[in-house]
Each structure stands twice: as C-alpha cells, then as structure tokens.
C-alpha cells in the first residue's frame, strides 16, 4: 500500500471484521468527537483517495480514513445486500467503538455518500459531508419520486457491470490499453478530462484493491422478463444500492439533525441525472438494444431526488448547502481541493478558529440553510 508523507495506516480488530484504517502521524488519539473526522471512500477505491485531503487538513484535528470491507486492506467478508448498505455503516458503526469514539463528523464519497447517511440513520453522528453522493433512494431503477420502475429493480445491480472491467480488477491491471481498464475508468469517469495529477498511479492502485470475490464487487444478478433481461440480485456491492434494499430518505426524520454539506461536480460522469452507469440512460442513447422507452424505463433522476430530499430536510429544520463545482468530475476532493476543504471546515465548525484557511474561490453555493 503506497502511503504518501505523514500517513500510517493499521488494522482494528473489531467485533465484526478486521478493518485497515489510514490515520495521520502526529494526530491526537485522545481527541474529542468534535475534533474527529472520519472519511469513508465510495465504490471501486478505498482509503487512499483520502491521502492529499488528510495532508491538507488542520493539524489539531484527529483525520481518519476507513476501508470499507472487501475494499484497500479490509478483509473482504461477503456483503449481505438485502440489508442495503447495513452491513458497510454497521462495520463503520463497529470501527468507531474500537477507536472508543462515541461519534464524529463523517464524510462520505458516492457509494461512501449512502454509507454515511444510513449511519446517520442509525446512530448520532456530528455532521455529514456527502461529497457526489449515491441518491437516497439508490442506483437506478426509480422515479423521481423515489418510485420503484419494477418489482425485480430491472437493470439494476451487479448484472449491470461489465466483465472485463471486472477481470481486469481482479488482474490488477494498471495500463490504459482498453476502456474497461481501472486507468481508463478513472480518467473516464471519476474526473474530468483535464485533471491530471502525479499521483494517478496510487489512485488507479486504489481501484484496484476491489475484491471481487464471491460476496464482494460487483454482485450477483438475476433474470427478468422486463427489459434489459437482469435484474439486482442479493449479494455483493452494487446489489447493497438496488431500489428494493436502498432507501436513506429517513433522514428527513432525524432528531436531532446534524448539519449536511452536499458537494458535487457538475460534470459528474457517474451520479447525475443522465448518468453513463444508469443502464436507463445508455438505452436512451441506444447503448444498450431495445429500450422501452422514458414511460417504462426513465433515467433515473439522482441529483434531483437528492435535492428533493434534502429540501425536506431543510423544511423539517435541518441545514443543508449545495456547493457545486463547475467543470468538474466524480472526485470534487481531488479537482478542487483547496474549495472542498474550505467548505468541509465550515461543515463541521472549524472555520473561526485562529488557522482559518483562504475562502474558497472554486465554488458555487447553490443553496445553503441555517
């Protein structure tokens, strides 16, 4: 594991499985909730996107970063789907209290994003920064009303991931020779076409801890008679998302309600509302043969349900800021992350503080309540 300056990584024994978890040389292990972050990383990477971020942030405070399991050095135990994303917070849940930490402030990337809402729902937690979250209501297959498509959530799951992206994880193949390459994908995918970065190669090396053993990435999937012919199944990473298990729109309930920072690009190749991973999107390009057509299977809306929820959020009392970086990918913390940082300082108390960082100067705030 490549570990950049100042980093350390170990493994917690916990009461449910053995987690690697990157920490910062010199931080404080006594340090109190409020002076915790605790960063979670999305689908297909672990805890070493984290790195730059965790360099960057203020020295008194205590940063660390979790593998989630079957993910960087985390053991890969087999994820039980039809809890949703249970298993992934309850094994953040188990951490937390190895660590002896009551709560902290969390922040959680795409897959991480619901990761940390579902915590939330769950147990206290200090404040969520939800950087391209997954929408609250899952990955594919609904309405923007959160609506189910189908029965079965066709076209959702691990049937939808392409074999030789998968194999080319499980080779660990670094190069940029295919499209389906972890290299390509990142380029692709997870930033814009104009980001570059030294570090590329200890990203791709990130992708490229995915198991994909039985249990883990992608899942499995089953048949269906509704278009395109797959369906989610029950075990595995992208099946924890599918409609069916899937639904954080709880939050809207939560008493008390801790602050939310709701980050993203607009340029977001992954979770937007014309997604290229929604396989009702690529049908409606004609990607993907015999699409039914926007009355039976629709794009699925994912930042505008997201929206939609957390307005509810604000109504019920809650504060939420949109900020919003224009031009930018999946991965607002590596493009922008001077702003990101700013806005994650803010989220959580820090700014006011004598060691105030610049303003940021990258970032539109939508919409933001108090």
């Known amino acids: 594991m490549t ?10 024994d916990t009461d449910r499985l053995r987690v690697s978890i990157l920490e910062r040389v010199g931080d ?13 990383h999305g689908n297909v990477s672990s805890s070493l996107f984290w790195q730059e971020l965790m360099q ?8 660390i ?3 989630l399991r079957g993910f960087g050095e985390t053991e890969s135990a087999p994820v039980d789907a039809t809890r949703g994303v249970r298993d992934f917070s309850d094994d953040l849940f ?24 579902q915590y ?14 997954v929408s609250p209501f899952g990955f594919g297959g609904t309405r923007r009303d959160g609506s189910r498509l189908t029965d079965d959530d066709a076209g959702c799951g691990g049937g939808g991931a392409n074999p030789d992206f998968v194999e080319r994880l ?15 994908v990142f380029r692709t995918a997870y930033v814009s076409p104009d980001y570059t970065s030294e570090h590329e190669d200890l990203w791709v090396e990130s992708m490229n801890t995915t198991s994909t053993a039985t249990g883990n990435y992608p899942g499995d999937g089953a048949s269906s008679e509704n278009w395109p012919g797959f369906a989610a199944g029950t075990i595995g990473v992208l099946n924890t998302m599918a409609p069916r298990y899937f639904d954080t729109s709880g939050i809207v309930a939560l008493s008390p309600k801790p602050p939310i920072l709701w980050v993203r690009g607009s340029a977001d190749a992954i979770v937007s509302d014309a997604s290229f991973f929604d396989i009702n999107h690529l049908g409606a390009l004609g990607a993907i043969p015999g699409w039914p057509g926007a009355e039976i299977a629709p794009a699925q809306e994912m930042v505008s349900q997201t929206r939609d929820v ?31 940082r700013r806005a994650l300082l803010e989220n959580i108390g820090y700014i006011g503080r004598p060691a105030d960082p610049a303003p940021p100067t990258e970032a539109i705030i939508l919409s933001s309540s108090d």
């Open 3 to 12: 570990l950049l300056d100042g980093i350390t990584s170990r493994i917690l």
């Open 28 to 40: 404080d292990p006594s340090a109190r909730a409020d002076q915790t972050v605790v960063l979670v």
């Open 56 to 63: 960057d942030l203020p020295s008194d405070l205590r940063v």
């Open 65 to 67: 970063a979790v593998d």
């Open 94 to 117: 188990a951490t937390l209290q190895a660590l002896e930490l009551p709560t902290a402030h969390l922040v959680g990337w795409s897959m991480g994003g619901g990761v940390v809402m």
């Open 120 to 133: 939330a729902i769950d147990h206290p937690a200090l404040s969520l920064t939800l950087q391209a979250p």
């Open 170 to 184: 499980t080779d660990r193949d670094t190069t940029d020779e295919s499209p389906t390459s972890p290299r390509s």
């Open 310 to 340: 957390f307005d509810a959020y604000r109504a019920a009392g809650g504060s939420v800021t949109e900020v919003v970086f224009e031009g930018v990918g999946h991965a607002p913390h590596l493009e922008r992350p001077a702003a990101f």
